[in-house]
């Protein structure tokens, strides 16, 4: 930990306590959605398409209804009495259950609520469909042909939002792509004055989330006055109203409860098993619970395979001046977060670094696969990945260190990225620097070589825009006459520590100690609303309202005291539920009483925070807080086998200031080991439109052993940050430089450069093979 | 016709130190059979192909799937889950650990790794680093990178050993 804040010691803020869900967690007491069990529930199964492109001639469920123990079956016949039974972000196109044609291996073709999963499986066995199959696309080159097959065969229903300088988007720019998103800045001739012009192709890998808690809800349609839905999902008022739409219910009619998640990383937002549960719930008029096995969650949500082509003009001396890239994003069957996804890596492709001109297409291309949407690094992964590689081969094209080359151009502390953008709010030099040191690097041409075994070492520089995009937060702290906190906001617990970095930042404002705040349950009728917890903008916004909220109430309860007391407002503190004047100390309790009477009173403030909307910004609004991810890696090839070792991995972070420093370590370290997974081993394989992975045993994710021997995270605290004491976002940045600092580590140790994920010992071989191949 | 193909049948065995009679079928698992109690939902279900753990319990001291046992191959037998590791409200050395190192995040894994913990300690007091982390390999956490479970199981080995002497 590198402190470099003179703060004066806090009561919570940068305190290593227990989180506030450590006790729930660690005994077995914390409830999620899949802990709830309503009376008279009732449990949903999917059929799900054997094919990755048919059209649908027929489907025969009547046996299926007439089984015991079935009280729903829900297929297209049912759903076109729903007003708009399909849903998406951008761009509204996946069906509750197929209409006309299914678009993927796993698409929902008919679901089935019984009285428990045996008899619904049992039942779905029973629905007879009859499928045309059409050719499949999976191929994101050839996904524009004009002979490739089409998933859409009509206009999109969708939205283009505002952009500002520089940026625009575009609906079905091309056959089989649901959203371009572009963006320009700088001269279109600056490729003309450039020393040197390099053009490289990267291709990205595609991971499944692996959320151990699987896409679950309970929907309860079983009263005519509303529905009450129970879901592990990162954003519930937007889920409120896309239920709202597709249903033509009011939305003071949907409560929408979020209990603890267990783990989602992006996966986890917008509708998944939510329409479904809700429909077979109005069908049965029971409660249903809809709880997706681990495999099919592998059919729901994906991160976006990607093939990314980089023209990039630099100067001898190592400027860079210019870059052009088109980046290819595959989004599977139905766009999801797809085009957002789209509009951030594009917008992120060009890194940390200064040029004069920047042009970016970024497709997201409708393939047969399952659908892909938010993941961590939402994009910046595949950037990041590509950017970074590139970084270092142009380097070595030139003769220059890969650390000088980009120390040369990286943007400096308070310089916006691009025109009309926020300015870089850490010292990007500071932190590849630390990394340097950390590492060792200076001395990497004295590492030994064992035989075959060659060592090296590479850094990269993860990096994206943080915070969200135009995010409103809104935050209420109610403080009671005991002096008990009660915190209500829409960020949900994912993990993440929301709960503690939050509930640390509201009793540092109120003079209490975090064990007096309660963080209140998610509830959508009474929680203030929200747009999401994504984009690593819980300590940066919602840490802003909360922190406005908190002073608010602060505020009143000053104000009251001055009242009673006969002073002004600024002569007091408030520490310990006590009003301190001078070296007097008056409880507030009695005092609250004498005034509103025995039973007391509740001071309530609300807190409020968005960025302002600009025009000038490309993306509505500058970016909150920039997220950068450092990392290091020394890795030992072996030259004849091919595996690669990652002996060190170093990440390390700018916390801005670290609210709760174990939370912070924990979100980087989480965030590089599945960096390291992705760089090595973990992919989803598919052949054809079928994935060949798609369960536990076969798909691989890190475990204990796959850590580095020598694996370690520094969180430093620049100070800079927009949020509550400086602090910025967490939780992403330290995933997004890990696959590139290896490769690059690779290309130190043995002279190759791998251009595509993951680094396979079969790729390692293949590479030395044609570097001794003259 | 689930009754035919599932026969129930009375089941006998120890939760957490108290003896449990329930009337059960031949087909439920172990987890499910815990998940169906008031006090069972601790033990968490993830993959339910026996790989990531999240589901691990104590049989008779030995971690294994709670997904991937049958109840009846409990007759018995011990059990125990993360809702049987205080006593009196007092967490348990591991549980204790995990708590301070927040050797956990989303929580859905930590249950299962607690036990694996737990068994670990019982059967080596004093494990060296390989070990620990070839016994955590055995379960997945998705969330923490690790780091912090390898850390909290040593610390849990210190306070154990300091609570005997």
């Known amino acids: 930990m590198t402190a470099t804040t003179n703060d004066p010691p806090t009561r919570n803020i940068g305190r290593a306590d227990r989180r506030a869900d450590a006790r729930e967690k660690v005994s077995g007491q914390g409830v999620y959605t899949v802990d709830i069990d309503l009376p008279g529930m009732l449990h949903a199964r999917v059929l799900r398409s054997p094919h990755g492109h048919a059209r649908i001639r027929a489907i025969d469920a009547s046996a299926a209804r007439a089984m015991p123990g079935v009280h729903a079956v829900l297929t297209r016949d049912e759903t076109a009495a729903i007003p708009m039974p399909v849903y998406g972000y951008f761009i509204k196109d996946q069906p509750i259950v197929a209409t006309d044609k299914v678009r993927y291996e796993g698409d929902i073709v008919a679901a089935v609520a019984a009285e428990d999963e045996g008899a619904a499986n049992r039942a779905l066995a029973a629905i007879r469909v009859d499928y045309e199959p059409l050719p499949v696309v999976t191929d994101l080159e050839s996904a524009s042909d004009p002979d490739a097959a089409e998933l859409f065969e009509d206009a999109p229903v969708g939205i283009v939002p505002k952009y500002g300088a520089g940026a625009s988007g575009a609906l079905r720019p091309r056959r089989n792509v649901c959203y371009r998103f572009s963006y320009e800045t700088g001269p279109a001739d600056a490729f003309a004055e450039c020393d040197h012009v390099f053009e490289d192709v990267f291709r990205f890998s595609r991971m499944h989330h692996f959320h151990l808690e699987p896409f679950v809800c309970v929907a309860d349609w079983s009263r005519e006055d509303g529905v009450a839905l129970w879901t592990s999902c990162q954003n519930p008022f937007a889920v409120r109203k896309e239920i709202a739409r597709i249903f033509g219910l009011a939305e003071n009619r949907i409560s929408v409860r979020v209990p603890y998640i267990g783990g989602a990383f992006g996966s986890k937002n917008g509708c998944k098993t939510e329409p479904v549960a809700l429909a077979l719930s109005r069908l049965a008029g029971r409660p249903v619970r809809f709880c997706l096995t681990l495999e099919e969650g592998f059919l729901t949500n994906t991160q976006h395979a990607a093939i990314l082509k980089l023209k990039t003009g630099v100067m001898r001396d190592g400027t860079l001046v210019a870059r052009e890239s088109e980046i290819l994003l595959d989004s599977g069957a139905y766009s999801d977060g797809s085009p957002l996804v789209a509009e951030k890596a594009g917008y992120r492709i060009s890194g940390p670094y200064r040029y004069r001109r920047i042009k970016t297409d970024c497709y997201s291309v409708m393939t047969n696969t399952a659908p892909a949407g938010p993941f961590r690094g939402f994009g910046g992964t595949q950037a990041s990945w590509a950017c970074e590689s590139q970084i270092d081969m142009i380097a070595r094209r030139l003769g220059i260190d890969p650390c000088e080359m980009r120390h040369k151009n990286l943007i400096d502390l308070g310089e916006p990225f691009v025109p009309g953008e926020s300015g870089m709010d850490s010292d990007l030099r500071e932190g590849l620097d630390l990394v340097v040191r950390e590492l060792g690097y200076r001395r990497r041409g004295a590492l030994p070589d064992d035989g075959a075994v060659k060592r090296g070492m590479g850094l990269a520089i993860g990096f994206k825009d943080g915070g969200g995009i135009n995010k409103p937060a809104l935050a209420r702290v109610k403080v009671s006459t005991n002096g008990d906190i009660f915190l209500q906001c829409g960020t949900v617990e994912i993990g993440q520590g929301a709960h503690t970095a939050l509930s640390a930042v509201a009793a540092e404002r109120l003079g209490a100690d975090r064990a007096r705040v309660r963080y209140m349950p998610i509830d959508t009728d009474h929680s203030p609303f929200d747009q999401g917890t994504n984009a690593s903008s819980g300590i940066a916004v919602m840490g802003q309202a909360v922190d406005r909220a908190a002073l608010a109430a602060r505020r009143q309860i000053l104000e009251f005291a001055a009242g009673t007391l006969g002073c002004a407002a600024e002569e007091l503190d408030l520490a310990g539920w006590e009003i301190r004047r001078g070296n007097e100390a008056h409880p507030l309790a009695p005092m609250i009483m004498d005034r509103f009477g025995g039973t007391g009173w509740e001071f309530v403030g609300e807190g409020f925070h968005k960025a302002p909307n600009s025009p000038a910004a490309p993306l509505e609004s500058p970016c909150v807080f920039w997220e950068i991810g450092w990392g290091g890696a020394q890795v030992a090839v072996d030259t004849e086998t091919g595996k690669v070792t990652v002996e060190t991995l170093f990440v390390t972070g700018d916390a801005g200031r670290a609210i709760h420093p174990l939370v912070c370590r924990g979100q980087d370290e989480g965030a590089a080991v599945m960096g390291l997974a992705q760089a090595l081993f973990e992919r989803m394989i598919y052949d054809g439109s079928r994935l060949v992975n798609g369960d536990a045993l076969t798909y691989r994710v890190p475990l204990a052993d796959d850590l580095p021997a020598d694996f370690r995270s520094v969180t430093q605290e620049q100070g800079h940050g927009p949020g509550p004491f400086g602090a910025k976002g967490m939780g992403e940045g330290a995933m997004l430089p890990v696959a590139s600092a290896i490769a690059n580590a690779i290309h130190d140790a043995v002279g190759i450069r791998l251009t595509e994920l993951p680094l396979t010992p079969e790729r390692v071989l293949a590479a030395l093979a044609a570097k001794d191949t003259p | ?165």
Do not use: H
């Not at chain 2, 329930?22 to 172990?30: E, N």
């Not at chain 2, 799937?65 to 049958?70: D, Q």
């Open chain 2, 1 to 165: 016709m689930a009754e035919r193909l599932d026969p129930r049948f009375d089941l006998s065995f120890t939760l957490n130190g108290a003896p449990v009679e329930v009337a059960t079928t031949t087909a439920t698992t172990l987890a499910d059979l815990l998940r169906e109690r008031r006090d069972g939902r601790g033990t968490k279900l993830a993959c339910e192909r026996a790989v990531c753990g999240a589901c691990t319990v104590l049989i008779d001291g030995l971690p294994r799937a709670g997904c991937s046992v049958f109840a009846f191959e409990v007759a018995g037998c011990e059990v125990v889950t993360v809702e049987g590791l205080a006593t009196d409200g007092a967490l348990s050395p591991v549980q204790a650990a995990f708590a301070d190192n927040a050797a956990f995040q989303c929580g859905f894994c930590t249950a299962g790794m607690i036990l694996l913990a737990e068994a670990l300690l019982a059967r080596d007091p004093d494990p060296d680093e390989a070990t620990i982390r070839d016994w955590i390999s055995s379960n997945i956490c998705r969330c923490t990178g690790y780091g912090p479970i390898l850390e909290a199981v040593g610390d849990a080995a210190r306070r154990r050993r300091e609570a005997a002497r």
